[in-house]
């Protein structure tokens, strides 16, 4: 399972676009990038997945570099209820292994 | 998708004593996770729920302190033996329905041992 390295906490203000960037130097061919997001007092949900380029959904995008060593979240104009702990995952087994997170915090 | 059921949503208990989690989904799912989460860190998997056989424990986690049934595709039991205050924590029940899909999560189980 490849390590993920990212930043420990960020801050923001509503209607800001936030990106969080993850490390993910020594992924291997058949990982995939999968971000999960964590309310307080609720377990982490899905938020988007992604092999290489751009994906992207109703919640967020992705952006995958060609080297794969890194891959970047991004959240168009953040609300207050974006405030949460963002998870970054590269993994292609059936278990996941979480690291340390972001603390996203979204100020009015 | 998949809604997990986890009971109880809390519990403070006597150390030396013993709490068990029930982890109840709507779906039949090959694959089930425990995890623990202590305050403001991340998740840390406990071992994966094997339906039929014994649960696969991570390392730093042995079966005789979190033993672990997996009686059928539904259902799953954790139980935190002999419990000490260092066993406070917040523990969750996750399920891939596949290997390809997105992990689903409980809402956890808040543990204060006193």
């Known amino acids: ?108 | 998708s998949a809604v997990i059921s986890q009971k109880p949503s809390r519990d403070i208990c006597q150390r030396g004593t013993s709490l068990t989690i029930q982890c109840q989904v709507d779906s039949q799912v090959t694959m089930m996770f425990w995890y623990r989460q202590q305050p403001g860190q991340s998740l840390t998997l406990i071992a994966t729920a094997n339906q039929g056989s014994e649960a696969t424990y991570e390392s730093g986690f042995v079966i005789d302190k979190f033993p672990i049934s997996r009686p059928n595709l539904t259902f799953s039991t954790l139980t935190v033996s002999n419990m000490s205050p260092e066993d406070s924590s917040i523990y969750l029940c996750s399920v891939r329905p596949t290997v390809n899909t997105e992990a689903f999560f409980g809402q956890g189980t808040r543990l204060t041992v006193v």
């Open chain 1, 1 to 108: 399972l490849a390590k993920t390295t990212q930043p420990i906490s960020m801050d923001s203000y509503e209607g800001q676009e936030v990106n969080i960037t993850c490390s993910h130097n020594n992924i291997a061919t058949n990982d995939y990038i999968t971000w999960y997001q964590q309310f307080p007092s609720q377990g982490p949900r899905f938020i988007i997945q992604g092999y290489k380029t751009k994906v992207t959904n109703e919640v967020a995008s992705l952006f995958i570099p060609a080297d794969r060593k890194s891959s970047t979240l991004s959240l168009p104009r953040v609300s207050l209820s974006d405030t949460a702990v963002y998870y970054c995952l590269a993994l292609n087994t059936d278990k996941l292994i979480f690291g340390t997170g972001t603390r996203l915090q979204v100020f009015p």
